[in-house]
């Protein structure tokens, strides 16, 4: 059975930083692509960052130059570092992958002063 969960949310005050981890089980990790979604109270879920098995990574416009995806294949785990974090990245985080249809229980992020 596929199974994503996340960790690592939390409070932070405008300009820290916080460093979300996903780690999977139930599948070949390396083989597939991996991604990290958001929704705020009101919105709709949202795609912040995506990484292939190769490495190549995507951006939503939002989050460009201030967050990076990894992965470390041999922990099957995904990370995203948040940096420079605005108020208006408030959101539970979740790790989603398309190829099964799963997504983790989500982690809550708080960017407040």
């Known amino acids: 059975q596929v199974q994503l969960v996340e960790s690592g949310g939390g409070l932070v005050q405008p300009g820290g930083s916080l460093r979300l981890s996903c780690t999977a089980s139930?599948?070949?990790?390396?083989?597939?692509?991996m991604s990290w979604y958001r929704q705020a109270p009101g919105k709709e879920r949202e795609l912040v960052a995506t990484?292939?098995?190769?490495?190549?990574?995507n951006y939503a416009d939002s989050v460009k130059g201030r967050f990076t995806i990894s992965r470390d294949n041999a922990k099957n785990t995904v990370y995203l570092q948040m940096n420079s974090l605005k108020p208006e990245d408030t959101a539970v985080y979740y790790c989603?992958?398309?190829?099964?249809?799963?997504w983790g229980q989500g982690t809550q992020v708080t960017v407040s002063s």
């Open positions: 139930g599948f070949t990790f390396s083989s597939y692509t």
């Open positions: 990484i292939r098995s190769g490495g190549n990574t």
């Open positions: 989603y992958i398309l190829r099964f249809n799963s």
